[in-house]
């Protein structure tokens, strides 16, 4: 009982490669970026509480702790969504250098919207704003975190779909 062309019945037929959309592999690269930031912002929180043992800092109550984790998470919930936006810069760009030029545009532009009083309205400024827990956000700041992100993934979507990717 050899391979043989045909049906659904493990023949050759349904060993053949389908080929990926574009679509597909971006998203799959957005699902990646998101389980990353998770990851390291759980590394950087469990660093940060390993040094704060060993250091012997104050504050090592469990509803503290609690406290922290929450303003953690949170915090990184709405980091994710305000970094998928650089995605189509890297793709525009076709690298890494001008994302982080961006970036750093993009802090610059954060300091001056904190400076004038409209981080509330600025997206890259709402997950600092949120972190440090001096201001309470309105629901539409986290809307608009919400927005930016699927707006990023979207425009990145579209471009990866439409851009001429031979050159």
């Known amino acids: 009982m050899g391979l043989r062309p045909g049906g659904a019945d493990g023949t050759l037929k ?6 990926v959309s574009r679509r597909n592999i971006v998203l799959a690269k957005f699902a990646v970026t998101a389980l990353w930031c998770a990851l390291l912002a759980a590394i950087i929180y469990g660093v940060g509480l390993v040094f704060g043992v060993i250091l012997q800092l104050p504050g ?57 009083g409209l981080g509330e309205s600025f997206p890259w400024a709402i997950p600092l704003i949120y972190a440090q827990g001096e201001i309470t956000l309105a629901p539409f700041s986290y809307l608009l975190v919400m927005l930016t992100g699927i707006v990023g993934v979207a425009a990145t979507v579209l471009w990866w779909k439409y851009a001429d990717q031979s050159k």
């Not at 349904?14 to 080929?19: M, R, S």
């Not at 953690?72 to 995605?87: D, E, K, N, S, Y």
Request: glycine residues 8%; charged residues 5%; proline residues 8%.
């Open 14 to 19: 349904d060993l053949l490669a389908v080929p």
């Open 60 to 116: 090592g109550s469990i509803p503290e702790l609690w406290q922290g984790v929450v303003a953690a998470v949170m915090t990184t919930v709405l980091v994710i969504p305000v970094v998928l936006p650089f995605a189509l810069v890297a793709s525009i760009g076709r690298g890494y250098l001008l994302p982080i030029g961006a970036a750093i545009l993009t802090m610059m532009f954060v300091n001056f919207s904190l400076i004038l």
